[in-house]
Every structure is written in C-alpha cells, then in structure tokens.
T-cell receptor
C-alpha cells in the first residue's frame, strides 16, 4: 500500500521568496513520484517526476524536487516565487511497475503575496 | 495535439438521479483513468480502463461504473446520486498502462442538490 503526506494545507510566501512544499511518501516497493499543479477550475498539470536516475529533478516553471530515499521525502522547491505560482500543488506516488494507479496527497495551496 | 477533453464541464443534478460523464483521451492513448476530487477526501482513484476492459478499481460503491469504447473514449456513470457525490471528476489518459505519466483533463464539476 502507498500513501502520501503533504505537510501544510496552506503555505504563504512573498513574491521573490523561496518556495518549499513538503511531501513524504510511504511505499512498499520502489516508487515513482510526481508533483502536479492545479489552477482554479482546471485539471492537473505535471510539474515534474522522479522515476529512476538522478535524484534531483528539474521541472517546468523553475520548480525542482529531490528524491531522498532515506527520508522518504520528495519536497518541491523554487528559489523565487512569482505571483503566477499561486495554485494548489499535489504530490503523488505510484509503484515503479507503471501498471499501478496514482495515490495523491491532500494538496497544498500556495499563496503568493506581493 | 489536442489534450484530454471532458464533457460536460458542469452538471447539476438532484438526489436519486443518474449521470453520465464523458472523457476523450489524447489521440493514441489507450488507457483512461477516472478520479474523484472533493475538499474532504482529496483526489481518489475510481477506475482505469484499457482496451475496453476495467483493469483497476478503487474503493467506491457499485453505483459508480464506467466503460470504454473501441476508440478509447470512456464514460463513467453514477446512479442514484447522493449529496456526497458532488465533486470534480477528473479523467486522465496515458498511452499504455506501463507508462508512468498520466495527462489530465479539465474535469467535470458535478453538483448534487
């Protein structure tokens, strides 16, 4: 069984500040990990994913995440927040077989103030 | 390349009615998954279809059903609607079941009164 915990349902930052959204996972098999972003009244857009290889993953819009197996974490970061980053962010896990489904965290709403 | 499309985008129904939602995957994608998103429960997996067969099922009552057609388009049906079925229903497609990346549609917002 898999599970995802996202710490903080809401995170507030100022424009230009560091963004850090936390994600911890539980998986009995090696995981694939994803971060999705959802803007109001829209579906989910993939930001980045970790499957195999390099543990530091770069995604779109300047976001990156690091897979840390020892900490079972996959935190999302961005050096400098922009107003357009305000959205809800979801961390998700799936088994590395690829045949399984996505298990999502509860989501973190990122608020960016000027 | 067109993305995943879902129709309708918004629906209002009353308790006891049934509803059918439609999803057209990205061209060439053969796997379609459905998810329910609510403020309380978050994103939950409903089911996955591939080659017109249900391959995975989440923990939802039998009132929730689906099907997939030969062109990979999928429908989901909810019968005897309850207030708690109010949610955003998201469809996602991938080329094959072993692909790890899923592409999501904009969702159908269902409101049950």
């Amino acid at each position: 069984a898999q599970s995802v915990t996202q710490l903080g349902s809401h995170v507030s930052v100022s424009e230009g500040a560091l963004v850090l959204l936390r994600c911890n996972y539980s998986s009995s098999v090696p995981p694939y990990l994803f971060w999705y972003v959802q803007y109001p009244n829209q579906g989910l857009q993939l930001l980045l994913k970790y499957t195999t290889g390099a543990t530091l993953v770069k995604g779109i819009n300047g976001f990156e995440a690091e897979f840390k197996k020892s900490e079972t974490s996959f935190h999302l970061t961005k050096p400098s927040a922009h107003m357009s980053d305000a959205a809800e962010y979801f961390c998700a896990v799936t088994e590395n077989s690829g045949y399984s489904t996505l298990t999502f965290g509860k989501g973190t709403m990122l608020l960016v103030s000027p | 390349k067109a993305g995943v499309t879902q129709t309708p985008r918004y629906l209002i129904k009353t308790r006891g009615q049934q509803v059918t939602l439609s999803c057209s995957p990205i061209s060439g994608h053969r796997s379609v998954s459905w998810y329910q998103q609510t403020p309380g429960q978050g994103l939950q997996f409903l089911f996955e279809y591939f080659s017109e067969t249900q391959r995975n099922k989440g923990n939802f009552p039998g009132r929730f059903s689906g099907r997939q057609f030969s062109n990979s388009r999928s429908e989901m049906n909810v019968s005897t609607l309850e207030l708690g079925d109010s949610a955003l229903y998201l469809c996602a497609s991938r080329k094959n079941r072993q692909d790890n990346e899923q592409f999501f549609g904009p969702g159908t917002r269902l409101t049950v009164l």
